[in-house]
């Protein structure tokens, strides 16, 4: 799976597992802020992503790997 496909993929679950109405795919941005501005997403819709990350992959997330401001692309950091 490429890059482009997993950012498709991820979009795709945003939208689709989480419920998102009046949103598509397509909508989100790739640098854009999923949590409080962007989206709106919550600590709850934060609990749910986890959920249905590891349901997917079989992983399971380890306590505090959450980013702040979790973006479906990383921004370069800068320095």
Not at 2 to 31: A, F, S, T
Request: zero cysteines.
């Amino acid at each position: 799976m490429d890059r482009n496909e997993l950012k498709r993929n991820l979009k795709n679950l945003l939208v689709d597992g989480l419920r998102l109405q009046d949103v598509r795919p397509e909508d989100i941005e790739d640098g854009a802020p999923i949590f409080v501005e962007g989206l709106g997403l919550d600590s709850v819709d934060a609990l749910e992503l986890v959920v249905l990350v590891e349901e997917l992959t079989g992983a399971a997330s380890r306590r505090g790997t959450l980013r702040p401001t979790p973006r479906v692309e990383r921004r370069p950091v800068s320095g």
